[in-house]
């Protein structure tokens, strides 16, 4: 009988989630572990790359056992992680020669402003589809390489690994037989070319980095290798970074498919078909996914605030219990009463870019209260999401008809609907809202032929809720214009 089930690692920032699907997409089981964050020093973030896989490996038997299935039934296992976080391992004893350092960590900023002194920025960016930062791996891979002892030649003797967590866990997982990545977390690096398709030389070069510590790139579904579970070796069939893995999760197949993940802060990605647009409008452009010998891409932008503005309203202003109470109080008055929240907390992201940009509360009257303000922080999460979604439109010429929502916020009823009214566009929310698992889990499944295609694949889907634009579209053209004057208040050259 064919082999049923197939397992998704969820390797995330702050814990390992192992989700069993079976070839209908439900989950039969799950486990899940949080790992020690390690802050050393303000603005740094490291994680111990010992602890992320044995909590990996924890949950990925743990769940086996939950669940009672055999590891014989398990066709594949796909994996997908937190990206940009940064591994480097000793090649021989497969020991971590310094902690992973985070995708969140600020460390290596100064060793950006050096790099794009040597390799201007627009470079990099035609190169990678990034605009140079901290964020991504090539600076921390070099901090790495500057600050263990040795660790240079070393690299160059060819005595070390580097690796994104992917990596780091297919490592370990396979006995340290396999040294891949996947394309859509080279991607992320800011050392992989994204249309050559290679390690660019270039910016290996800018920053010294020894080509021996690079893993090779395969595409993201196909078999890396085999893990021996209990003496069976189940292929490893699968990887993407957790971004693109949601994208893949949310059956974003075709070009204009677009998902946004409604969490902390809120992800959105574009497929844009084996198109690769460079963006006019602070987008990043990235590998959507590499299949079947295609590379698909993507544009990616981030809205910062997100869910948080809730958590704000929560804790900071204590206008309610918890995140799922503001959509009851935002429901008690018809609308904002013309009150804007701007959750510019840290700045703003795409398309502004404006980081010295603060928050603020606009068009307060008499009648103004407490529903207004919760209903106004819950919009606002809309109305940045409705601008990367607008610059994505911009930058590519394409119509987007749906917006696939996953993550916590996208629960909020009356979010969605506001989203639907305000972006013009149908709201889906799946069945599944393990979007990022089941992304992972459909790459593995295509591998070992679990899904025959896509198409099965997109036949099977479930959806949960649909919104439709339900508010008249001169009304929803007023309201984002008010968004698009309060925000032009609180950008950082404002004159008040
Ligand atoms: P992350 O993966 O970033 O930790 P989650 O996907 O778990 O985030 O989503 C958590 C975020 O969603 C929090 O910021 C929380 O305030 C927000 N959130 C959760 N439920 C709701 C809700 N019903 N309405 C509005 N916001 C919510």
Redesign the pocket.
């Known amino acids: 009988m064919a082999k049923q089930y197939v397992m998704a690692l969820d390797a995330?920032t702050?814990s390992c989630r192992a989700i069993l699907f079976d070839a209908q997409q439900n989950i039969v089981g799950l486990a899940q572990r949080e790992f020690t964050q390690h802050y050393p020093r303000p603005g740094w973030v490291e994680h111990d790359p010992m602890e992320i896989y044995s909590c990996q490996y924890g949950v990925m038997t743990e769940v086996l056992a939950r669940a009672g299935v055999d590891a014989a039934d398990i066709a594949g296992i796909g994996i997908t992680n937190q990206r940009e976080t940064t591994v480097v391992w000793d090649r021989k004893t497969g020991r971590p020669i310094f902690n992973a350092i985070v995708w969140q960590c600020r460390r290596t900023a100064p060793l950006v402003e050096r790099l794009v002194k040597t390799l201007p920025a627009e470079v990099i960016r035609q190169k990678t589809g990034l605009l140079p930062d901290a964020y991504y791996s090539a600076t921390k891979l070099r901090w790495i390489l500057d600050h263990v002892e040795g660790a240079q030649q070393r690299a160059e003797a060819g005595e070390l690994c580097f690796g994104t967590v992917d990596s780091w866990l297919i490592y370990k997982l396979t006995g340290g037989k396999v040294h891949v990545t996947d394309a859509t977390n080279a991607a992320r690096t800011m050392l992989y070319n994204i249309h050559t398709l290679e390690w660019d030389k270039d910016i290996l070069e800018a920053l010294n980095i020894p080509a021996a510590v690079l893993p090779a790139v395969k595409s993201s579904s196909e078999v890396y290798g085999t893990v021996n579970l209990g003496g069976v070796e189940v292929p490893i069939a699968g990887a993407a970074g957790d971004q693109q893995a949601a994208l893949f999760g949310q059956t974003c197949f075709a070009p204009g498919d677009v998902k946004n993940?409604?969490?902390?802060?809120c992800f959105m990605l574009m497929n844009t078909g084996e198109t690769a647009h460079a963006s006019k409008n602070g987008l990043v452009t990235t590998i959507a996914v590499q299949l079947n010998g295609r590379t698909e891409y993507a544009l990616e932008g981030s809205v910062f605030v997100?869910?948080?503005?809730?958590?704000w309203l929560?804790d900071e202003l204590g206008l309610i219990r918890?995140?799922?109470?503001?959509?009851y109080f935002a429901a008690k008055v018809p609308d904002c009463g013309g009150v804007y929240v701007v959750p510019a907390f840290t700045g703003l992201g795409a398309p502004y870019w404006d980081m010295y940009a603060r928050g603020a509360i606009f068009g307060l009257t008499r009648g103004a209260g407490r529903n207004h303000i919760i209903r106004a922080a819950?919009e606002s999460?809309a109305y940045q999401s409705t601008d990367v979604l607008k610059a994505m439109q911009a930058d590519t010429g394409l119509e987007i008809k749906e917006l696939k929502v996953?993550?916590?916020?996208?629960?909020?009823n009356l979010?969605m609907q506001f989203q639907a009214d305000i972006a013009r566009v149908t709201v889906r929310r799946p069945m599944i809202r393990e979007t990022t698992a089941l992304g992972a889990a459909y790459l593995a499944g295509l591998a070992t032929g679990v899904w025959k295609d896509r198409e099965q694949i997109k036949a099977q889907w479930t959806l949960d809720k649909l919104y439709q634009p339900e508010m008249s579209a001169d009304k929803a053209r007023d309201l984002y214009k008010g968004w698009k004057n309060v925000i032009r208040r609180v950008r950082s050259g404002a004159v008040l």
């Not at 918890?322 to 959509?327: K, M, P, R, T, V």
């Open positions: 995330g702050t993940t409604y969490g902390t802060g997100g869910g948080a503005v809730i958590q929560r918890e995140s799922a109470d503001s959509e819950l999460i996953d993550g916590g916020a996208s629960a909020n979010l």
